[in-house]
């Protein structure tokens, strides 16, 4: 089994800046990505960003590249979105989620191929 912690979230203005932390232990060995989804209320979970955990390469939904970051420290089992230029948009509960190897190799961008989820941190950015 694998758990995922979450933390960061926060109230921010406008412009503003946040990171988040996901803390990965347990069975983690074969992690394929990580990834953060997002939620606002009245919508379906949505991507946001992944990272391959042996390599590196990274993805991001086209609503934040250029405003997103999404790292890893390996050593730590550890997941971080930094979040800049901050939109209202944003407001959102965001989940960090594992992808194991069991729907492939290939890093995964809807919430079906990610096998463990965190439980949410609440990002709220005021106008």
């Known amino acids: 089994q694998v758990q995922l912690v979450e933390s960061g979230g926060g109230l921010v203005q406008a412009g503003g800046s946040l990171r988040l932390s996901c803390a990965a232990s347990?069975?983690?060995?074969?992690?394929?990505?990580m990834g953060w989804f997002r939620q606002a209320p009245g919508k379906e979970r949505e991507f946001v960003a992944a990272?391959?955990?042996?390599?590196?390469?990274?993805y991001y939904a086209d609503s934040v590249k250029g405003r997103f970051t999404i790292s890893r420290d390996n050593a730590k089992n550890t997941v971080y979105l930094q979040m800049n230029s901050l939109k209202p948009e944003d407001t959102a509960v965001y989940y960090c989620?594992?992808?194991?190897?069991?729907?492939?190799?290939?890093?995964?961008?809807?919430?079906?191929?990610?096998?463990?989820w965190g439980q949410g941190t609440q990002v709220t950015v005021s106008s």
């Open positions: 989620a594992l992808q194991s190897p069991r729907y492939g190799r290939v890093v995964g961008t809807t919430t079906r191929r990610y096998d463990y």
């Open positions: 990272i391959n955990w042996s390599g590196g390469s990274t």
């Open positions: 347990g069975r983690t060995s074969s992690t394929v990505a």
